[in-house]
């Protein structure tokens, strides 16, 4: 969030004078202690207007607690903020992306993926870091319908490549003999005599 004002530089009022008054050490050290207090002031007022927006403030964030009813001083300001926004959409009715979007406001990675309709009034959301568990499901049991119930995933993403082996811990040979009743063949080249086929059978264990 940016938050330019008339001045959006150091505070240097000889600037505005004629070049040659700077000349002089005493006028000089007067402005200079002027340009100081303005620039104290100037950076003052933009402090001030930060305090405003939960996305900007810092020691503003008190009074935004305090008026939403949250008691978070022992977290880092950065979590502070997102659980000020969470707290400020209220309980209405939500979908399936603004719930991702609230989940990742306080999952840190914020690539958390909610989908719907995993189970019988089932949804799930799958995560690749074991980061911030307690605070996604505390958001979550303040906005999903009462109704629902929820599964957290832990999937794991990579590039690299993947290899699946086993090995054969159990067969079965079958048998298949010929029909004793087939006692004529007819072909047109040379009659071998029936055999049995053999049949294998194997299961891997991974």
């Given at each position: 969030m940016m938050?330019?004002?008339?001045?959006?530089?150091?505070?240097?009022?000889?600037?505005?004078?004629?070049?040659?008054?700077?000349?002089?050490?005493?006028?000089?050290g007067a402005q200079d202690s002027l340009s100081e207090e303005h620039e104290k002031q100037r950076l003052l007022i933009i402090d001030i207007c930060k305090?405003?927006?939960v996305e900007s403030a810092t020691w503003g964030l008190?009074?935004?607690?305090?008026?939403?009813?949250?008691?978070?001083?022992?977290?880092?300001?950065?979590?502070?903020?997102?659980?000020?926004?969470?707290?400020?959409?209220?309980?209405?009715?939500?979908t399936e992306s603004q719930l991702q979007e609230i989940v990742n406001l306080v999952y840190p990675p914020k690539n958390a993926i909610v989908l719907e309709n995993t189970g019988p009034n089932t949804f799930k959301i799958i995560v690749n870091t074991i980061d911030a568990l307690d605070e996604i499901r505390r958001v979550v049991e303040i906005y999903k319908p009462a109704h629902l119930s929820y599964l957290l995933s832990h999937a794991f993403t990579g590039k690299a490549p993947m290899r699946i082996s086993g090995a054969v811990s159990q067969i079965e040979r079958i048998y298949i003999m010929p029909q004793k009743s087939d006692r004529t063949i007819t072909t047109n080249g040379p009659i071998s005599k029936p055999v049995g086929a053999i049949a294998i059978r194997s299961r891997l264990q991974f």
């Amino acid at each position: 969030m940016m938050f330019n004002l008339l001045r959006t530089y150091k505070v240097d009022v000889l600037r505005y004078l004629p070049k040659f008054l700077s000349n002089d050490n005493t006028f000089k050290g007067a402005q200079d202690s002027l340009s100081e207090e303005h620039e104290k002031q100037r950076l003052l007022i933009i402090d001030i207007c930060k305090q405003l927006f939960v996305e900007s403030a810092t020691w503003g964030l008190d009074d935004w607690e305090r008026v939403y009813g949250l008691q978070n001083k022992h977290l880092p300001i950065d979590q502070r903020r997102n659980l000020l926004l969470v707290k400020m959409r209220g309980a209405q009715t939500i979908t399936e992306s603004q719930l991702q979007e609230i989940v990742n406001l306080v999952y840190p990675p914020k690539n958390a993926i909610v989908l719907e309709n995993t189970g019988p009034n089932t949804f799930k959301i799958i995560v690749n870091t074991i980061d911030a568990l307690d605070e996604i499901r505390r958001v979550v049991e303040i906005y999903k319908p009462a109704h629902l119930s929820y599964l957290l995933s832990h999937a794991f993403t990579g590039k690299a490549p993947m290899r699946i082996s086993g090995a054969v811990s159990q067969i079965e040979r079958i048998y298949i003999m010929p029909q004793k009743s087939d006692r004529t063949i007819t072909t047109n080249g040379p009659i071998s005599k029936p055999v049995g086929a053999i049949a294998i059978r194997s299961r891997l264990q991974f």
